[in-house]
């Protein structure tokens, strides 16, 4: 059987709590040193991570139902 790709996979090792956390400290970090530019990247980044995890598997699901048909 075919093992399915984590994205991120350090995070996934992490509660989801932990992982969010791990985030919030690295953007908060970056605003206090100056770095705002580099902390929104990262913030954007952390969204569309996020969203491309959530959204995915359903999206993989959708597309192998169209294949077969």
Known sequence: MRRI????RWLVRLHPLQ?????????VGLSMIGLRTLAL?????????????WLSPSARRRL???RRR
């Open 41 to 53: 990247l990262v913030a954007v980044g952390w969204a569309a991570y996020a969203a491309y995890t």
């Open 5 to 8: 790709r984590t994205p991120g």
């Open 64 to 66: 192998r139902r169209f």
């Open 19 to 27: 992982s969010w956390l791990v985030v919030m400290a690295v953007i």
